[in-house]
């Protein structure tokens, strides 16, 4: 595995729909960021994994999303009940500690 | 909070060089980095520089720091039409929430 890997890269749904991210980080990278980019923006943090563990959560991060990461390896993000608010592009990132990011290709999601 | 500044765009000429600037607040950046980004793709990790260097060169790209005044460039020699996308300073100040963006420069190439 060379790389971050994202699943899907492109998802439409509509308005109310729930939604699965999943993100693939580099072996044995124990640290995973997800992300989120708007248009015309740079990303913005929603919350980190060291391992299983969720440390850290953005107040951007509403109710209706949550995230796993269950045995330290993928993890996954949901967004239940989407808005159109919530179109942006969704991007994951793992590191070793103390050791630089890197990201993956991101999931598109555009909500009807 | 921490915060990331750059301006928004750059246009240069092909064949010469591009000065991308950014600005940043937090001291205690272990890390700051290039990503570059192209239409509908995510984001390339470019280069970086450790806080405890003041340069970086890697080929056609130079990376200054100036830590007393929390200013990084990143410097393209040769810029080709290949170079036009965005670019995006980050910053890595330790904590649980990993890298804080600036929100891009463009850089557009002209003929």
């Known amino acids: 595995d060379t790389g971050v890997s994202q699943d899907p890269r492109h998802k439409i749904t509509k308005r109310g729909q729930n939604v699965t991210f999943r993100c693939d980080p580099i072996?044995?990278?124990?640290?995973l960021y997800w992300y989120r980019q708007t248009l015309g923006q740079g990303p913005e943090f929603l919350t980190y994994f060291q391992n299983e563990a969720q440390l850290e959560k953005s107040r951007l991060l509403s109710d209706r999303f949550s995230a796993e990461r269950p045995k330290g390896s993928f993890s996954t993000l949901e967004i239940q009940r989407t808005e159109q608010g919530d179109s942006a592009m969704y991007l994951c990132?793992?590191?070793?500690?103390?050791?630089?990011?890197?990201f993956g290709s991101g999931t598109q999601l555009s909500v009807l | 909070g921490e915060d990331v500044e750059q301006s928004l765009f750059l246009s240069v000429r092909e064949g010469d060089s591009s000065v991308i600037n950014c600005t940043y607040t937090d001291s205690s950046s272990t890390y700051l980095y290039w990503y570059k980004q192209e239409p509908g793709a995510g984001l390339q990790l470019l280069t970086y520089i450790f806080s405890n260097m003041d340069m970086k060169q890697d080929q056609r790209l130079t990376v200054l720091l100036n830590k007393k005044d929390k200013h990084l460039s990143l410097r393209i020699a040769d810029t080709q039409t290949g170079d036009s996308a965005i670019y995006f300073c980050?910053?890595?100040?330790?904590?649980?929430?990993?890298?804080?963006f600036g929100k891009g420069t463009h850089l557009i190439i002209q003929p």
């Open positions: 980050a910053e890595d100040g330790g904590g649980a929430d990993g890298l804080t």
């Open positions: 072996s044995e990278h124990n640290r």
């Open positions: 990132a793992s590191g070793g500690v103390g050791e630089k990011l890197f």
